[in-house]
């Protein structure tokens, strides 16, 4: 039988390039700026668009396709951003300007379209049901200042593993299975306090670069 993902609404794919340059990850942050500005533009734009899905759920239960492409857009936007930037820094690919899909690109993200979305949740789950994820997010993101959290575990550890390839020429691959898990949560987090599914995240850390399949039922 096929094999289904632990969380389908969400899935968050990575594959680790190499060889990586041992010294672009300096200036990957000063070469993405083009990115920064035009995505500044496009999450103000995500924000007016899911303040008008929250009322079209809560009339209609349904988030608009239109409104809920464009949102999937900047997410997959943000996400290959961050991959090269900042966030894992796994390959030397630059990102496309491009809201689509882009399957050759080596960090990938896509959000299952939910034909109906509960009008009560729609309600609570962006602010009160999520406050648990908040508080485990703000940790791996820097959102909790002081010592070293302040630049995010996330962050702390992506920098570990570029110095490491600085020296040795390699990316440490447990590294890269950690910081993708993380990201991955933190993308599990987003879709779901952005109205896109009604499915709640697990609190489970799936390390690797690939969403982690669920075992198939044993005999019975």
């Not at 396709?65 to 996400?79: E, I, K, T």
């Amino acid at each position: 039988m096929t094999l289904q993902s632990p969380y389908p609404p969400v899935r968050v794919t990575a594959t680790l390039e190499a060889p990586l340059s041992r010294w672009l990850w300096l200036v990957k942050w000063i070469l993405a700026i083009p990115h920064y500005i035009v995505l500044a533009f496009l999450w103000i734009a995500f924000l007016v668009v899911s303040v008008i899905a929250f009322f079209a759920v809560l009339f209609t239960e349904r988030y608009p396709r239109a409104l809920f492409d464009f949102n999937l857009g900047v997410l997959r936007w943000s996400w290959r951003v961050s991959y090269y930037a900042y966030a894992v820094m796994g390959t030397d690919r630059y990102p496309p300007f491009s809201l689509g899909p882009e399957p050759g690109y080596p960090a990938r993200l896509d959000v299952a379209y939910p034909e109906r979305l509960s009008r009560g949740l729609v309600l609570v789950k962006w602010w009160l049901l999520a406050i648990p994820h908040y508080l485990v997010i703000a940790f791996f993101t820097g959102a909790v200042h002081g010592g070293w959290s302040s630049i995010g575990l996330t962050g702390l550890l992506a920098l570990i593993a570029v110095i490491t390839l600085a020296f040795t020429a390699k990316y440490p691959r447990d590294l890269f299975d950690l910081v993708v898990g993380l990201n991955r949560w933190v993308l599990r987090v987003t879709a779901y306090a952005s109205l896109m599914t009604d499915e709640y995240p697990p609190f489970r850390l799936d390390l690797g670069g690939d969403e982690p399949a669920a075992a198939a039922p044993g005999p019975g």
